[in-house]
């Protein structure tokens, strides 16, 4: 049998777009087991939780940078 037909059956509940290959540098992976020990269920709930608290920190910091350009331009017009 083809590979995809057994993917196809193996997967077949699953979004294509939820199996994803990675790979982690050796320190990264031991984090990964300390948080989430191999055959436990939550590795994908853990991966998820980080990379949206990622994205949050990463608005927060375009926000911030935006809100100082506005200020730093403000002061600099109030001081000419």
């Known amino acids: 049998m083809p590979a995809t037909k057994t ?3 193996t997967y077949r509940r699953r979004h ?3 199996v994803r290959n990675v790979t ?3 320190e ?3 984090i990964l087991t ?3 020990p191999a055959g436990e269920r ?3 709930r853990f ?4 990379l949206h608290e990622h994205l949050a920190r990463v608005e927060e910091r375009q ?3 935006a809100l100082r350009q506005i200020v730093l331009a403000e002061e600099e017009e109030s001081g000419k």
């Open 34 to 36: 300390h948080f989430c």
């Open 63 to 65: 926000r911030l940078q």
């Open 28 to 30: 990264a992976l031991k």
């Open 24 to 26: 982690f540098d050796h």
């Open 7 to 9: 993917r196809e059956k």
């Open 42 to 44: 939550g590795t994908g």
């Open 47 to 50: 991966l998820s939780q980080l």
């Open 16 to 18: 294509r777009e939820c």
